[in-house]
């Protein structure tokens, strides 16, 4: 599904993934670990299509096509999704609001008439019990006065209703305390089919206790050192990222 | 992009002649020294005639009514008795004294520092003084006044890379009983140049009449200047205190302005930001009682990107007093990523006292961030409540209140003795 | 800075031909262009006024010929020549209709045209409308039902007739003549507008509205409009504008006054939408707008404006509270694209006691336009226990409009707390993305954000004014309709 061959990109005049390779099947979960300022972040910015960043060489395929060249709104139609680390507040914007106009514009995008109101009410209804978000927090505005685990509830939420085929998780778990997590945790769980992807970004293993990955990858100084599977994970946890760094000479 | 002009309506007839016989009045008797002033003294002479004298539809005068200046005390008279007078105890600094427009030599003790000149411009021989900071003598009558009538003024210029070790002290007595005095202060630090300059002025029992000081400086890149200015007046005498502050990159200007007593005072900074990463932090602490009018009037020019300032100024205006707040902040068409802030609070206790803010944004860039804000109240009865029940008396609990809320504005003097001098003397200010 | 797609936003924007650009061919009834005693002698015979109105005229014309036009720094314009204008324009039908077909087919079509079908309105919100063409009132519905109640809503040359007695006690009562250059124009040669009389108790059970159009080339439009609420009553009314495209400049010059005695409510919403100029800002209409409104004890006025037309705007709808317990209102969201101007804003003056005044606005500047908020709260000595809180922001859409913020704060008594905050600053790149990211194109997210900054305010209109309110504003900033 997701084919990024030999990405090099930079903010100004820094380059910060210098290099990197990585290839995701259908229905796969892959965790991107690395250490900060390895270009994580950057990563997930670049495949969104964040302004601010150049690639400067390299190439990303998203289900057979160029996805480089699409612009950022293109690639959410096509089924990209980022769940922000840090979500922006839009005051005065409603959370029904925001997800209809997104739900349209995906709907537009592969013929289909704007959603009707009682089915849109139906699957927000839907989705919040999947993720436990509560009925109150729907109508505010879009992440206003939210708490941190509420606004990476809303993100998950937000996923569930676009369903998208490739879902980026941007360090969901950073400020959540371990109930948030789980239940933050479940809805993504909830959400794993043969169809949809996850790249699950995280700095700490915890997140994966919950998310079960089927490939581990560590990211480091711009580039995919190593990859193994979930026991990987665990011996970062245990060993630190410093071994590593010596093995590859980094 | 040229800063905005701002509108300015001719004066009433009346008005316009009665400001210029009185100019007239106090112009005379100009020495010498000001042909020091050069290019800065033919342009405000041109402005003298052009300009509208200042009236109440003129936006920047709208709250400071004039009439007492131009009907007050005229031309130099003989001056009082020779008072010694300690502006700041305790202030180790160098110091240049002017009693009534006059150098006191006696009593001033002057740096004598590699690197360093700092002289009275009476015993000033060399070229011509630039004027710094933004002309308001070519936009203002009343600043215009200045350059053509100033009859002397400190001279310092610090070559790049000298700290003054210590403070300077800019330290003016007016004692006589019908004097209009007017000086001119300028400053230049080189780049990476640093100096805390203290500009006091005291009015002497029975003195009265006109005294303007004018404060213009350069601060090169990367150089400090911290001013920390007092008008100790009376009732009789009307002070102006206005500077004009250019800050070139990385260069940082904090002006703090405390009025102690007087009953006409107007202050005026004027900022402009010339160099990224410029700051300018301007604050004003003021305690107007019955029969005092303390206005104070700002003005901050973004003129480039990647510059920051910030603005505090609070008031406690007690009955029969007057305090004004006119903060303008100016940011060009090219003055991106401008941050700047902007608060003015002002406590009324007791009756029959006017507070008149107008906090003004003037914006031309986009990528900014720029807010203001502006409270008007009385001393939270909880808090009054709280000391009385702790055994305070009421008059000494809000005393103590209002000492607070004003010393949240005095955050960056220069020298800790000046912020003392001044609670003190704000704590012994009889405001019933 | 920009970011991108924004120039190609916003030539879509400046290309957008506006929507209700025509004018109506019907013979107009013109008095020669020029301004003199004469001309308001014809005025008021045409008009088929009482002495006592003629006279009340001329005082006002002669105080006008003693004063001198305003100047303002942030607004620049090309003075109108009021010896250039023709002060009165009536489209020729007859003198009084009783329904609708009576009403000369083309000025129906024109009706149909601005959406406001009188059909359509009957039926779906029972909204009376008085529609006012070119100085002259042409139809009116819901007389009779208003009737029952006691309710007066008629056009104000049919009030100076039926209702003199109302008329001579609060006209000029709450804008006098001298008021300014502007009011005492239009007290000279005001030819039409509405008049609202609500009776004590009386709660109006429908919104009242007015539409207006400037349709000859060179005729000012001077409306008057006279809102009295008696004890206890309530009313909300609507106003809202259309104009045509023209070459030269159009002057409106209109006087709103509101009186709400005891214990009454008077909510005014405006939503302008007049022509604005092409992109040089060319022919746009320039509105000079005097409204004022006086509480009486516990009255509540509250004036709710989305304006997002007019090549110079220069209005500022106040509240004087001057019984005790009075409240006043202000939300406005004002929108100035390509080449227009605006100086607008509230006074609030706190005379009675324990007053309270809400202000929040929202400018949004685009374009090459300036925007500016100048608002004066003013607390006399009288009023003890006054409360203001005001919001003032800005939103910059471009990096060549400009955002201004004028508030003047005078405060004369101790117990008062006033509070005012300000922020101006650009749609963030984060809010941007964020949209952008969950599918949504920039046209549509910038909207969305945009209508999310402006909700308070648009929260005050009635419902069927918001709809349309919105429309409005997305149209204003974005080129294409939703």
Known sequence: ?250 | MEAPVMYAPPAPAAVQAAGLAWAESVGAGADAAQSVWGAARSEAQEALAVLPVPHRRLERWKYTPVQSVFTGAKADVAPGANAEVEAVPGLDAYRLVWRDGAFDAAASNPPVVEGCVCVPVSRWSGEQVDAFGAPVHRTDWMAALNPVCAGDGAMVVLADGLKLDRPLLLHHIATSAGSSTFLRHTVKLGAGAAVNVVVWTTAEGDAAGFHQVVTTAEVGPGAQLVVDKAVDGNAHLHVHALEAVDVHAEGRATLTTAVLQGGWVRCEPHVRLLGAGAHATLNGISLPGANERHDAYTTIDHVVADCTSSETYRSAVHGGGVNTFNGKVFVRLDAQKTDAYQHNANLLIGSGGTVNAKPELEIYADDVKCSHGCTVGALDEQAVFYFRSRGIARTEAEAMLVQAFLAEACGEVGAEEFRTEVERRFAEKPVA | MAYSGDDALLEEVTGTPYAYGFTTDIASDKVPPGLSEDTIRAISAKKEEPEWMLEWRLAAYRAWCAMEEPEWPHLAYARPDYQAISYYAAPKQKKTLNSLDEVDPELRKTMDKLGISLEEQKRLSGVAVDFVMDSVSVATSFKEKLAELGIIFCPMSEAVREHPDLVRKYLGSVVPVRDNFFAALNSAVFTDGSFCYIPSGVRCPMELSTYFRINEAGTGQFERTLVIADAGSYVSYLEGCTAPQRDENQLHAAVVELIALDDAEIKYSTVQNWYPGDAEGKGGIFNFVTKRGICHDRAKISWTQVETGSAVTWKYPSCILKGDDSVGAFYSVAVTNNAQQADTGTKMVHIGRNTSSTIISKGISSGRSQNSYRGLVSIHPSADNARNFSQCDSLLMTSTSGAHTFPYVEVRNPTARVEHEATTSKIAEDQLFYCLQRGIDEEKAISLIVNGYANEVLNQLPMEFAVEARKLLAISLEGSVG
Not at chain 1, 12 to 40: F, Q, R
Not at chain 1, 159 to 178: C, N, Q
Not at chain 1, 221 to 247: C, F
């Open chain 1, 1 to 250: 599904m997701l084919h990024i061959d030999s990405l090099h990109a930079s903010v100004g005049d820094t380059p910060i993934l210098k290099g990197l390779t990585l290839h995701v099947a259908p229905g796969e979960v892959h965790a991107i670990m690395g250490p900060n300022g390895s270009g994580k972040s950057t990563l997930a910015a670049v495949l969104a299509g964040r302004e601010g960043y150049e690639v400067t060489s390299g190439s990303v395929t998203f289900e057979g096509d160029d996805l480089l060249e699409r612009d950022a709104t293109e690639r959410a139609r096509a089924g990209v999704f980022l769940a922000f680390q840090y979500p922006v507040e839009i005051p005065g914007v409603s959370n029904m609001n925001f997800m209809k106009a997104a739900l349209n514009g995906k709907r537009e995008h592969i013929g289909l008439p704007p959603v009707g109101a009682t089915e849109f009410l139906k699957l927000v209804q839907e989705k919040s019990a999947l993720v436990g978000l509560d009925g109150k927090l729907r109508n505010r505005s879009v992440n206003e006065g939210f708490s941190g685990g509420e606004k990476k509830r809303n993100e998950i939420f937000q996923m569930a209703l676009l369903e998208p085929h490739l879902a980026i998780l941007d360090e969901t778990d950073s400020g959540l305390d371990i109930d948030a997590l789980r239940i933050v945790a479940e809805g993504v769980n909830a959400m794993r089919s043969p169809e949809r992807s996850f790249l699950v970004i995280t700095h700490y293993q915890r997140l994966l206790d919950y998310i079960v990955p089927d490939i581990v990858h560590v990211l480091m100084d711009g580039r995919i050192v190593r990859t193994g599977g979930k026991e990987l994970a665990l011996e970062l946890e245990e060993r630190g990222y410093d071994w590593i760094r010596e093995a590859e000479q980094v």
